[in-house]
């Protein structure tokens, strides 16, 4: 089988160097050495001393929760004045069809 050879756009044979923010989106948003060895394999060059930019989708994709602490330090002054939700996951489908659990705890 043929190996297919990737075509940026139509100006790739006059333009000599890529830029490597152009290139991170091209190829899917991938680390920087990964850039680098896609770029050699495809006989790209990529503009020397151009740092990659934080990429506002690459921020979003790998953001991760917060904890939330287990236990409170403050008290409710009447009944009610508190509420913990908190959801999980059950092993067998629930009535419903259901796979997930809410509990509320005043």
């Known amino acids: ?3 297919r050879r990737l075509q940026i756009c139509a100006c790739s044979q ?15 948003h991938c680390a920087q050495d990964t850039i680098a ?3 050699k394999h495809y006989n790209l060059q990529v ?7 934080p990429c506002p989708m690459c921020k979003i994709a790998n953001a991760v929760q917060t904890d939330v602490p287990k236990q ?3 008290k409710a002054t009447k ?3 508190q509420l913990f939700i908190d959801s999980t ?3 067998e489908v629930g ?3 259901y796979k997930f659990a809410l509990g509320i705890l005043c």
């Open 79 to 81: 009944p009610g004045g």
């Open 89 to 91: 996951s059950v092993k």
């Open 14 to 28: 006059t333009e000599l160097r890529h830029d490597i923010n152009f290139l991170h989106k091209l190829f899917g």
């Open 37 to 39: 060895n896609t770029a």
């Open 72 to 74: 409170t330090s403050t």
């Open 47 to 53: 503009k020397a001393r151009t740092p990659l930019e």
């Open 95 to 97: 009535f419903g069809g």
């Open 1 to 3: 089988m043929p190996r």
